[in-house]
């Protein structure tokens, strides 16, 4: 067999039975590939998890149909540590073919709990690998060197010297690769055997990859000195350096070969951020030059011109995985945030080079979504892909701490390439702040209604159907979403903070002892959008002025001063966009958004669509019935022809994909102003 899935996948075949059962109590189901390929073979998939939410979805959307007299092929998904599917209602096992599936089948000759602990991401490589090499039974530690060596190329006897370390950790976090507790002990009893990396802190270096970049960043301006000191024919007087936070060697070799490959990327994607240097003149003539702050305008220009270059060549396929777009979203940001500077539009040819690879980035990447976004529905929430999937993460990280308390902070409207500009100006009050960044995907139409409303209930749109025009719902949803997790209405917080004064409301809500989930809407972005006049870069203006104030600071200080877990998202980002016309249509839409309508169904949508052919009629994916959006044409808006707004709804990279960010302050609180104007 060609993959893992082959094994699975000859299950299923079309007009056996309308209804099938599956044990699934590795996820596997539930991954990527395997739901594109069942879909692919005509079956839909339900998992099993909330019962009243499911038995809805399934009279609803098949039962009816099939005392119609109409065929589907559905396949239910029972998420249990059981191998059969006998924790479903009574109604479905009677009238379903059952079938169950098993790491252990597929991968007989390794340790199941090694496997198990695996992204289910890795699996192709792990299956790649076992064709060539395949090993007799192996034991846990055997499993998982290799692992190690076959899926992630890491032979651990061949990282002997600190330059070899150093380009095995680079490799590992530029990637974003995520090895899993056990693998990441494995890999440090390992290097611990050498004596060389007695004074590295591998237990934090390994598996923190925010603090792995901040031990970087540390050591870059020391590295400096040195290369300054090669171009000096005077004797050099090293400058006087903070003391280091990071533990660890001070001195790194950033010239070796195998380390300067990723430096230059590290800075131009802003993940490495360059810094002053008394002799910036000279090391920017230089292949450190990238990494040293002269003047800002080059400066820019430089990094755009760079990032252009690796953005071209790298837009995600029709086949991508959702990492490659949220790996390519990161970059995407940095290059909008360069392009769109507040002194005024980039001279040619940047600004033209970056028109054109936008053009080519929103049809590769609505191209995508038409084939892969509906199987993104289903994932499991851990990691979290979408933001109906949020609540169930957080509830199992409460699972395994029952201590633990919680806080999503929803900042409506903000986009991947704002959220750099509100961290910029976080980190620059609060130098402490660590930032754990991530992305999930928005729903689509990307408006509050939807996207925040699914990102409190932590279900799809199809199950608030009857609110799904409006938020006045969100409290009772998330209260009701804690609820099923066992949490009484005093220990779940729910609050819009609109204004300044509701930080005060905040500090109240907190103040009560048995407070442990906190939900925040904030709105102030949204608001900053739709009066917004300049565009994009005026959005990044104005946004910034904002994260700049005590406001932001005060509220993250109040929740970790308190001992919440931090997490910072979006419902959904903006776009600048131009008008194309307002579509006639009386009182026919439900929704008259910017960037998307929404019909009561699909024969008044396609009236419409046929007045403006270059929109999509979008299939409603995970929505209720008679909710049919038509979505803007690429970076156009439903407004007077020739109009200029900042807006949201569609399905653009910056709409669509949002901030997931978590925010700790390691060792104490973010010390931000106590009073808010």
């Not at 754990?436 to 939807?450: D, G, K, L, Q």
């Not at 009182?587 to 007045?611: F, M, Q, S, T």
């Amino acid at each position: 067999m060609r993959s893992w899935r082959d094994q699975i996948l000859k299950e299923f075949t079309p007009k056996v039975s309308r209804l099938t059962l599956a044990a699934d109590p590795d996820g596997l189901l539930l991954e990527e590939g395997m739901l594109e390929g069942i879909r692919g073979r005509g079956f839909e998939l339900m998992p099993f998890e909330d019962h009243i939410a499911f038995r809805y979805a399934y009279e609803s959307k098949f039962r009816s149909r099939w005392d119609q007299g109409e065929d589907t092929d559905l396949v239910v998904v029972l998420r249990s540590q059981a191998s059969d599917p006998g924790g479903l209602p009574h109604d479905l096992l009677r009238a379903g073919r059952k079938l169950s599936f098993h790491l252990g089948d597929i991968f007989p000759s390794l340790s199941y709990s090694v496997v198990a602990a695996l992204d289910r991401g890795d699996l192709d490589a792990l299956y790649g690998a076992l064709v060539p090499h395949p090993p007799a039974p192996l034991g846990d530690n055997a499993t998982r060197d290799f692992i190690l060596r076959h899926v992630f190329d890491i032979a651990p006897e061949l990282v002997r010297h600190p330059t070899d370390l150093l380009h095995t950790l680079l490799r590992r976090h530029y990637r974003r690769q995520n090895f899993g507790p056990d693998l990441d002990g494995r890999f440090i009893q390992l290097l611990r055997q050498n004596a060389a990396f007695n004074d590295w802190p591998l237990e934090i270096l390994v598996s923190d990859r925010e603090a792995f970049f901040a031990f970087l960043q540390e050591r870059w301006p020391r590295f400096l000195d040195h290369e300054a000191a090669k171009g000096l024919s005077r004797v050099f007087a090293p400058r006087a350096l903070s003391p280091l936070a990071v533990a660890g060697p001070a001195e790194l070799s950033f010239d070796h070969e195998d380390i300067r490959v990723y430096i230059d990327n590290l800075f131009v994607e802003g993940i490495l951020h360059a810094v002053p240097h008394d002799h910036g003149d000279v090391l920017s003539r230089t292949w450190v030059g990238i990494g040293v702050r002269t003047d800002p305008t080059e400066d820019r220009l430089r990094r755009l011109d760079k990032l252009l270059d690796r953005l071209e060549g790298s837009i995600p396929a029709e086949e991508a995985k959702h990492p490659d777009w949220f790996h390519f979203a990161r970059g995407w940001a940095e290059t909008i945030l360069l392009a769109n500077p507040p002194d005024g539009p980039v001279p040619a040819p940047g600004g033209e080079r970056f028109r054109s690879l936008q053009a080519r980035v929103d049809g590769a990447f609505a191209a995508w979504l038409v084939k892969r976004y509906a199987g993104l529905v289903n994932l499991p929430p851990e990691p979290p892909v979408m933001l109906h999937h949020l609540p169930r993460f957080l509830a199992r990280q409460m699972g395994e701490d029952r201590k633990a308390k919680i806080a999503l902070i929803v900042v409506d409207g903000l986009a991947l390439d704002q959220w750099l500009v509100v961290r910029e100006a976080l980190a620059s009050r609060h130098p402490g702040l660590r930032f754990r960044e991530e992305a999930v995907f928005a729903w689509i139409p990307s408006v509050t209604s939807v996207s925040r409303q699914a990102t409190f209930a932590g279900k799809i749109p199809l199950f608030f159907s009857k609110s799904i025009q409006t938020t006045d719902r969100e409290p009772a949803l998330w209260a009701q979403f804690w609820r099923d997790q066992g949490l009484t209405p005093q220990e779940v917080v729910y609050r819009k903070v609109l204004k300044d004064e509701d930080l005060e409301k905040v500090a109240d809500d907190l103040s009560h002892p048995k407070a442990k989930v906190v939900g925040l809407a904030v709105d102030k972005v949204d608001k900053i959008m739709h009066g917004m006049a300049l565009g994009t870069s005026g959005m990044h203006n104005q946004v910034g002025q904002w994260a700049r104030q005590p406001y932001v600071g005060a509220l993250l200080d109040l929740l970790l001063e308190r001992g919440f877990l931090v997490y910072l998202t979006s419902d959904h980002g903006n776009i600048e966009a131009e008008g194309c016309g307002r579509p006639s249509e009386g009182a026919v839409a439900d929704l008259r958004g910017e960037r998307v309508r929404i019909y009561p169904d699909g024969a008044l949508r396609e009236g419409v669509h046929k007045r403006f052919p270059d929109a999509m009629a979008w299939d409603p994916v995970g929505l209720p019935e008679k909710y049919f959006p038509l979505l803007a044409p690429p970076r156009r808006a439903f407004v007077r022809e020739g109009e200029r707004i900042v807006s949201h709804g569609g399905i653009s990279v910056e709409e669509l994909i949002v901030p997931f960010i978590r925010i700790d302050m390691p060792g104490g609180s973010a010390q931000a102003e106590r009073r808010v104007p």
